[in-house]
């Protein structure tokens, strides 16, 4: 059996679940695996430090898989902002024909894509934003709940009322995302009105995710409560594993200090040092509290076909024996 939805359908994939773009882990070996288990695996474009090193890793996951597979694109403000149109071109030119972009001000992105005949996701955390992604063209959405690991936006909305709210409003496909990581997430996702899910904690979680074995020993290990939200009083709240580091910015965010005095603790490097060492105390590094659900590292393939038998087992050996006429 197989759950068919707009999803599936517009990406061309056999299951409707989405591996999340995340920073130094959405590398070709765990794409590629995502992909060859059905679901859309994504790099992470700016995981590589230029565009034509994201040419190499382009290439070097279309050599694991001939599955669709797709790039995330994050547009942050910055003072000295990445090439981003480098970047875009690199993922043009390599023949990419999905993409999901995030962040700050994407029409530009977004324009550029379509006019290449790109599929374009893009990663909202407010209904607003969902509904202006719709306007300004993209392909589809993915909606982010206050539990998503990363970014969770300013509001606090949790997915069970975002879902079903941008359900309502927009016309467009749309994957849920945040807490999402068995079969019982993906028959949730899709009863509030998702067409599939999209995953990033989880897929960390795998033998194949390229991060050191100490976190993901890590999150077998937590329960839901082990993440913190940092960067509050800077108006750009993100969740990450709940940690020493952590702890440490979030005592200095209650002094009143402001960023430069925490920049040291929470630098990318510096993160990136923990994940391939193995110190898990050494920088932040993101996860959401579906940390809580996950009790075992299986392969990616494993986890997926898991993800949807649940997911089927759940609608058709639950919920529909309930209905009585």
């Not at 999803?7 to 989405?18: D, K, Q, R, S, W």
């Not at 019982?184 to 390229?210: K, Q």
């Not at 040092?273 to 996860?287: F, M, P, Q, R, S």
């Amino acid at each position: 059996m197989a759950i068919r939805t707009r999803i599936t359908e517009l990406l061309g994939i056999e299951h409707p679940i989405v591996q999340g773009g995340m920073q130094w882990v959405g590398r070709a070996e765990l794409a590629a695996a995502v992909s060859n288990a059905g679901g859309l695996g994504l790099l992470t474009a700016l995981t590589q430090p230029d565009p034509d090193a994201l040419r190499a890793e382009i290439a070097r996951c279309r050599d694991m898989t001939d599955k669709p597979f797709g790039v995330n694109l994050t547009i942050l403000p910055s003072i000295t902002p990445p090439p981003y149109a480098a970047y875009r071109d690199a993922i043009i030119e390599s023949g990419v024909t999905i993409v999901e972009t995030a962040g700050y001000a994407p029409q530009e992105h977004v324009e550029h894509f379509k006019q290449h005949g790109v599929t374009v996701i893009h990663k909202c955390t407010a209904v607003r934003h969902a509904l202006s992604a719709e306007r300004m063209g993209v392909d589809a959405v993915s909606i982010d709940g206050f539990e998503c690991a990363g970014h969770p936006g300013e509001d606090d909305i949790p997915g069970l009322i975002l879902i079903p709210a941008a359900a309502a409003r927009i016309r467009i496909p749309m994957l849920a995302s945040g807490g999402f990581g068995d079969g019982r997430g993906l028959a949730a996702a899709l009863a509030l009105g998702a067409d599939g899910i999209n995953m990033g904690t989880r897929f960390c979680a795998t033998r194949e995710a390229p991060i050191h074995q100490n976190f993901k020993q890590a999150m077998v290990d937590a329960d839901e409560r082990a993440t913190d939200i940092i960067f509050r009083t800077y108006r750009n709240s993100a969740r990450v594993a709940r940690n020493s580091i952590s702890q440490q910015v979030i005592a200095l965010e209650r002094e009143g200090k402001p960023f430069a005095e925490v920049a040291h603790l929470v630098k990318g490097a510096r993160g990136l040092e923990g994940l391939t060492g193995g110190d898990t105390e050494h920088g932040v590094w993101t996860a959401g509290p579906v940390i809580g659900l996950i009790d075992d590292i299986p392969t990616v393939h494993d986890l997926v076909a898991r993800i949807v038998s649940e997911a089927e087992a759940v609608i058709h050996q639950r919920l529909v024996p309930m209905i009585h006429r």
